[in-house]
Each structure stands twice: as structure tokens, then as C-alpha cells.
């Protein structure tokens, strides 16, 4: 994943006002620090001395190792999706970019120009190695064609740029369409995209339809992160595959939310045609297994936050901060994050862990940790046998364990006078028996890569109660946590004993180390003297955490004197209740005490370095009250009404051409933890974000289903939500798949914080003073492939020049009959008709007038519309679709959004998506004319 969870903030325009405002002047010191490196900076002697103990790398591969971390890093991209397209694309690449390599070397400047080539190891020559430098892309024009090739197939979507071994954990998952997927550290979205390539890649004659005759997995993918940020990041990557099985969700990674796993296996309401499939009964098993009946994933991607030295190459400024204790700080989250994710996983199912570093405190000593509390029900695979051309070492049976002083071997010689280290770090004589050498290190020089950590676990039996790793080594610390500065008390070791230790230990070591000197025991009295300075260092972190406690004792009890009260008074008021005979006010008095039990618990157990952010995400929301599973009958009754709400969406176009306001509806159910426009002032779990509704208002989907022919088995009434329940017609209406309608219904309490789910299907459009017709509402265009086989009305099918021609002027004019009436518009004097029309055609633009067209936009009313190019002109050119393009937008029909008025037809997408499309039109027509 990288290198932590970095807390670095935004400049904004608020910190240069007010009393705290900062200089706006320019800080030498700043700058100097972060000024660009240059090869001979690096270097770092603590770097290379940590890792030739560890002996990581082969004593004679040392130098190439080193070597190859101060080269740039190769660019390397992989061409998404799978079938005709990519093997097209692919084809395309290698016969007119990488053509110049083939009369052999081609030299510039007394270099040689290294060719591309695809990574052997990566399936089906999808993934690309390219080393080109600066001076090559500047003077060889042909070089700088593919480089601008590459950046706008990564803007449309056909590849990606990813690094070369962040390609590899997801190779090693074996997702299948019907698995739930949890990707736990998901940002910045490149790996699960690789997800949801392999969880729509379905066979054509696989039964996985959802029952709208579009083939769609019946599983689904949670993306994960915890910096909210990232997951704006995350929602940008992956919106180019246009899948409606997708959920982007913002918590930490070792505090993902358990959910019921009997109300995720429920059919959605409403559903019509075949229900999604419950991954346990598509794998045979039972999705339980689990004391605490949650719901289990079957693939879990733990790619964990590191101290990300394998990425050096990259980010060359790692030489200069790289310190031991960059791994030493995360090692207890990563092993929490793992935990939680063995949990989470089903019996039968496959775990990856992985990070972007050579540690193996970060490495081994987490798994090894995983496989001795699993007890036997957690197994290393071995996969030696998968992908054998890319080169691994195997990972390490032994190991030491070092703090900023000095090194050590075991725990009981550390306990006491180490600094920041964990008993979960060592390794024992237990762990080195456990089979290691299964896990996999990538190393740069092997490939010319990065560097990467792997391995692939499977979950063959329930897991015992896993507990986090007990804390109680540390010293007790009282800490302020949060924007509101409560206090949390983390148990732990008495400062003041630990103090007094250390000391003394200090004492004895400098004696030894002056003893030594005095014999010239050089390495002894070296020895003694680290020793030393760490067991000063621990008294330091003593009297630190006790001083810490002295000043915020008296508050925290006041804190928690407060609490018990509260939780006196819930209980009173519960058992008031229910004496009264109220149950269902009892039951939510008393889930409101153990909630609050719970977070507190969770808060507790956290890292010091992760109090701050759970306190900040968790710590002062209440939970919403839980209720019943709610039906849809008012959807299922506007699914049932179908292509009837004619009448209906005529009447709200005219109520709105009136000014009248139509009022919101009232959703059966709400999820996703938001508070915003919540009914009666509630307000939800969490800050910030907007909650997500079911659009069950039968005027919106009857207007929806009639204005755009959309095929009646098609659930559109039972699988549209919104994130707004504020306005009567919400801004962006998202289409979600079976699998993750359950999920959400399942949700009840709401513990999932929820930054985006499903896929965009419509958005209301808005034209101030201007005509809207009986629909306001567009099709996305990030939904349009998804929703194009459904539609069977307002869709334009162009010829190559018009499709063109529209590409090209966004606004095309169209003639309008002066004895026609467009269909929905209403009638209107015909004069009236005539001379709006005549108004809206610009006197410099012919009118699109070919007679295939103009009678197709007799029956095309005002409001949005999709302008398609024609099949057959589709097929002359080859660029029809076949059942294997999957879910990815780049591979989808050359089709647009637009908007239809009396006298015009205009684009609704992107300016660059236009030059896209007209880009991949023109190499069409290239290459039949070459052909020709």
C-alpha cells in the first residue's frame, strides 16, 4: 500500500487568516529539506547495515541489489480487461509503436535504446515494461508518439500505469464472479481495479445474470481505506469500469465492521428473476462458521500500510528518512489489519498479505504471528508452482530484531530496556519450525522492478477467539484523543517501575562500558554503550508517559465518573421501559449502552499512532436506532405499474412548469452511516457524509422506466439509491447490484461508513429558463454502458460522419418540420413552434439533415437522449462488441450521453472523452483504408 497512513494537510486559504495564520513567506529551511536528490545522495549507512545483518540478500548479489535501488524505476503498464479488446490493443501496440524495434538495437547518443517488452510472468502479454529516458522521448519523435499514446489510454481506460510487482498480489487470488472481495488497504486503486477485471470476467455461458439479462457477477468487491481522501482517489481509478459491484468504504483497516451474515445472504426485495447467489452456496460451504454468525468474505486482499523501502526507486527520498524505527511503528497495525482480516474470512477462503518492503519485522514476523494464533487453522500456502518466470526469493525462517541502539535476539533480553519494540517482533524457536521459505520477497535487481513482500494464506478451519496482541508491555499512558480532546487511558506497565529499571540497568551498563574501555575491549564497551543509551531512551518514554498521566488524572476521572452516569441512566430508563411492557424501547436503550461500550473497547486497543484517527472517526457519534429489514412496496408498486406512468410524468411536468414543488419522499430504509438531511434533525454515525437511500418514489421510476423504454425485467425500481433525502428529485441516481443491495439492508446498525457504492445511472440536469421536457432527468456516462442493451427508447443510432460530426461540434442544429410536432413536447401553437426553432439554428452550422436520422428523431423527445454509432457502421470499421468486453467502459459501444431540445442535439460528456472517441474512430478508418 505504501508508506503509512501519512497525516500530511492541505494548505488552505484559511491558514493564511485569522490570529494562527501563517508567514506567507519563504522558508530556506523547508525548502532545502525536500530539494531534489541527486545519485550521490543515495546513500544510507543505517539502511545498508540493518539489511546485511537481516541478510535479505544473497552476499554476492549485495551490490547489484544496492545498484539497482539508486536507477530510476522503468514505467510498466498493463492493458486492462481481457478478450478481443486487449488482445487488439495489444496487437495494435506491437505493430505501430514497438515496429522500430524490429530491424534490430537502435542507438542514440552512444546509448542503446531498450526496447519494450511485455513481463514474461504476467499473463497473456498484458503487462508492459518501458525504459525510456528523457532525452530519448525528446529526440526521437516516434518514442514520444507512444508515450503520448500511453497517457491517453490511461486517461480512457484501456491500461493503467501501475508498478510492475504491485501487479502480483491479485494474481495470486483466484477471484471468481460469485466471491465477495475485500480489498482492506485499497487506495490508490490500481489493485482493485485488478479485482474487478477478475470478478467480471465471466464465461458467456456462465448463469450469473441478476435478473436483467445483463451478465453480472452475483459477488462484489468493498474497497477499503482509512484516509477519507484516498477514498475520493479510490471511487476516480475505479469508476472507468463501470460496475454496479463496487463499494468504497472509509474505516481503518483493523477496525472493519462485522456484519450479519443471515441478513446478507437475504434475497434483495423486490427482485425479480434470479437472486443473487450467496458465495457459500456457490462454493458448497456454509458462510458462517463463526461464533458470531457475520458475514465472510472469500478473497481478502490485506496489502498493509509499510514503511515502503521497496519503493525506492521511486520515491528516492526514502534514502534520507529511512530509519529502523519506520517499520518498528507500523508492525503492531499490520498485524492488527491481518487479524481482522482472518476474521473476516470464510472457511475455504484465500487471504493475500502483502507490502512494498524488505522488512521482515513488517514481513515474516506478522504472518508468522497470524499462523501461531490461528492454531492450525490458517495455512501458508505454497505457490511456488503459480506464475513461474517471475523471479522470488523465499522468505526468512530467522531473524533479528534491532531498535534505534542496538540489536536483539530474543524478547526476554529486550523487555526492559528496549526502545518501541513488541514481543510479536521475535523470532522464536516455535516460529522458525513454521513453513516461511512459502512466502515470497521480490527483489529489485532479479527483474528490474521494485521491491515486494507475498503471501498467500487459506483459511481450513473456524479460528479461535482472536485477540489483538495485549498492549500491557508499554507503559499505561493517559492520552488526549480527538478534535474534542477526550481522554483514553491505555493500560499497560507502571511508568515509574519501568523508570526506575531502566535506570538502574543504565547504571550497570555504563559500567561495563567504561570497564571495557579500560581493558580495550573495544566491541565490548561499543556494546555496553548502546545498551546504555536505549535503557536511557526507555526511562525517557517513562517519565514521558508519566508525566502524561500526572497532568490529565483528574480529568479523565471526572470523564469517566460522567460516563458511568449516562450508562446508569440508559439502564434506569431501559428497565423502566421495560416493566412498561415496551420491548422494542428496552432492546435499542440497551444497544445504545453496549454500542457505546464497544467503541470504547475498539478505541482502546488501538495503536497510540491510531488513537487520534479512530477517536476522530468513531468517538463522539451515537448510532442510529436500529430497525426492522424494510421492504419497497412503494418501488416494487412502480416496477409493477412499468411503462404506465405516462400520464404520471406528463402531470409532474406540468406541475413543474407551474412552479409547483414536489416533496421528497420518505425512504423505508437508510444506510451508510450519514447525517446529512436526516428526517426530524437525527443525525448519523458519521460526520460529514451523505446517507444512502432507496429511490422508491413511484412518479421518478414510472418517469424514468417510460421516458426511456426501459425493459420492464430490467430492476430498476428496486436497485436505484441516491445519496440525498432532502430534495424531492435527488441529484444522481446509482444503480446497485443484488449482491450489494443485500449488504446494505443487512447494515442495520449502520456501521459501515460508506464514500461511494454502485454505479451512476442518472443525473438530473438542470437548464435554467430553458426547456427540460417530462423527464429532467440524463444518463451518465459512466453508467451508459451498463444501461445501454436496456433501453429501447430515446436512443440516436448515427453513421460514422454524423457520429463524427457530433464528436467534433458538441452542438449540432437540427431542422425542425413546421408542420411536425415533436413527440412529448406537448401541443403548441405552430407558429409558436416555428419561430423557437428557427430562433436556435446558428446561421454558421449546417443542420444535421441525413433523412436515416431525422426520421429517427421523430420519435426521440426533448430531454436526454444516447447517441450511438450505427451497428453496421460499428462492425465495417471493427469496432462492434462481443460478450467478452466485461465491465470496462474503454471496451463498451462508442455510444454517448446527450441532450435533445426543439432545435438542437448537444454532447453531455467530457471534452477529452469526445477526443477520445474520435481518436479511436479515425484508426479505425486508417487501418481499412491500409487494409483497402
Known sequence: MGRGQGKKQRLLRKDFKGAN???????????????????????????????????????????????SLKTPLPITFRINGSGKFANELRQKMES??????????????????????????????????????????????????IHEFMKAANEAGSITRQEAVSMVPPLFMDVRPHHRVLDMCAAPGSKTFQLLEMLHNIDANSDSSNGSGAITPTGFVIANDAEPQRCNLLTHQTKRMCSPCLMVT????????????????????????????????????????????????????CDVPCSGDGTMRKAPDIWRRWTVNNGNGIHIMQLKIALQAVRLLKVGGRMVYSTCTF?????????????????????????????????????????????????????????????????????????????????????????????????????????????????????????????????????????????????DFALQAAEQAIAALESAETAAAEKAANATAAAVARAGLALDAAQ????????????????????????????????????????????????????????????????????????????????????????????????????????????????????????????????????????????????????????????????????????????????????????????????????LLADVSESLKITSTGLKLFERHELRGKEIGRCQYRIAQEGLPFLLPHLRKQVLHLGAQDFMRLLTEKNLPLIVPQTATIAGDGIQPQREQQQEGAAKVPSNQAPLTTPAVVQQLDNVESGGAVALL???????????????????????????????????????????????????????????????
Not at 425479480?272 to 461464533?291: H, K, L, R, V, Y
Open 21 to 67: 495564520r501563517r508567514d506567507n513567506t519563504w522558508d530556506e529551511k523547508r525548502s532545502t529539506k525536500n530539494k531534489f536528490m541527486e545519485p550521490s545522495d543515495y546513500h544510507n549507512e543505517a539502511f545498508e547495515e540493518y539489511y546485511h545483518v537481516q541478510d535479505i540478500v544473497p552476499r554476492d548479489e549485495w551490490q547489484a541489489f544496492l545498484g
Open 96 to 145: 505501430d509503436f514497438f515496429a522500430n524495434f524490429r530491424a534490430g538495437p537502435i542507438m542514440l547518443d552512444g546509448e542503446v535504446v531498450d526496447p519494450p517488452r511485455p513481463l514474461p510472468w504476467y499473463p497473456h502479454n498484458l503487462a508492459w515494461h518501458m525504459n525510456f529516458s528523457r532525452n530519448q522521448l525528446r529526440k526521437l519523435s516516434w518514442l514520444g508518439e
Open 250 to 301: 472509509n474505516h481503518n483497516g483493523e477496525q472493519f465492521p462485522c456484519i450479519s451474515a443471515v441478513a446478507a445472504n437475504r434475497p434483495p426485495p423486490g427482485n425479480s428473476g434470479t437472486s443473487a447467489i450467496p458465495p457459500a452456496e456457490a462454493d458448497g460451504g456454509s458462510s458462517s462458521g463463526q461464533a458470531d454468525d457475520v458475514m465472510l468474505f472469500d478473497r481478502i486482499l
Open 359 to 503: 522488512n521482515p519485522i513488517e514481513n515474516e514476523a506478522v504472518v508468522s504471528e497470524l499462523l501461531i494464533r490461528c492454531s492450525g487453522t490458517l495455512e501458508l500456502l505454497d505457490v511456488s508452482y503459480q506464475l513461474p518466470e517471475l523471479q522470488r526469493c523465499p522468505g526468512k525462517r530467522q531473524w533479528k530484531v534491532r531498535d534505534k541502539h542496538q540489536w536483539y535476539n530474543t524478547w526476554e533480553e529486550a523487555e526492559k530496556i528496549c526502545f518501541k519494540l513488541d514481543p510479536t517482533m521475535f523470532c522464536t524457536p516455535e516460529k522458525s519450525q513454521l513453513p516461511l521459505d512459502r512466502c515470497m520477497r521480490i527483489l529489485p535487481h532479479h527483474q528490474d522492478t521494485g521491491g515486494f513482500f507475498v503471501a498467500v494464506l487459506q483459511k481450513v478451519a473456524p479460528t479461535p477467539n482472536l485477540h489483538d496482541p495485549d498492549m500491557k508491555h508499554r507503559f499505561t499512558r493517559i492520552i488526549s484523543a480527538g478534535p474534542s480532546g477526550r481522554l483514553i487511558k491505555m493500560e499497560g506497565m507502571d511508568p515509574s517501575r519501568g523508570a526506575s529499571y531502566a535506570a
Open 548 to 743: 502524561e498521566n500526572y497532568k490529565h488524572a483528574k480529568r479523565y476521572e471526572a470523564q469517566e465518573d460522567k460516563k458511568q452516569q449516562k450508562q446508569r441512566r440508559q439502564q434506569d430508563a431501559a428497565g423502566a421501559a421495560a416493566e412498561d411492557g415496551d420491548a422494542v424501547a428496552a432492546a435499542q436503550e440497551m444497544e445504545g449502552v453496549e454500542v457505546d461500550d464497544d467503541m470504547m473497547n475498539a478505541e482502546q486497543a488501538t495503536a497510540e499512532a491510531a488513537a487520534d484517527e479512530a477517536a476522530a472517526e468513531e468517538g463522539q457519534e451515537d448510532l442510529p436506532e436500529a430497525g426492522p429489514v424494510p421492504g419497497s412496496d412503494a418501488a416494487a408498486a412502480a416496477a409493477t405499474n412499468g411503462g404506465g406512468g405516462g400520464a404520471a410524468a406528463a402531470a409532474r411536468a406540468e406541475a413543474a412548469a407551474d412552479g409547483a414543488e414536489k416533496a421528497a419522499w420518505t425512504p423505508s430504509w437508510v444506510r451508510g452511516g450519514g447525517g446529512r438531511g436526516r428526517a426530524g434533525g437525527g443525525k448519523g454515525r458519521f460526520r460529514g457524509i451523505d446517507p444512502i437511500v432507496p429511490v422508491e418514489d413511484p412518479s421518478i421510476i414510472s418517469m424514468l422506466i417510460d421516458f426511456y423504454g426501459v425493459e420492464p425485467d430490467f430492476p430498476l425500481a428496486t436497485h436505484l439509491i441516491s445519496r440525498s433525502i432532502e430534495f424531492a428529485y435527488p441529484k444522481r441516481l446509482y444503480y446497485v447490484s443484488d449482491a450489494l443491495l443485500s449488504l
Open 870 to 932: 450505427d451497428e453496421s457502421a460499428a462492425k465495417a470499421l471493427g469496432l462492434a462488441t462481443s460478450e467478452d468486453s466485461g465491465a470496462l467502459a474503454a471496451n463498451a459501444p462508442l455510444a454517448i450521453s446527450v441532450w435533445r431540445t426543439r432545435a438542437s442535439l448537444s454532447v453531455l460528456v467530457a471534452k477529452n472523452e469526445c477526443e477520445q472517441l474520435l481518436d479511436k474512430i479515425k484508426a479505425a478508418m486508417q487501418k481499412k483504408g491500409k487494409q483497402q
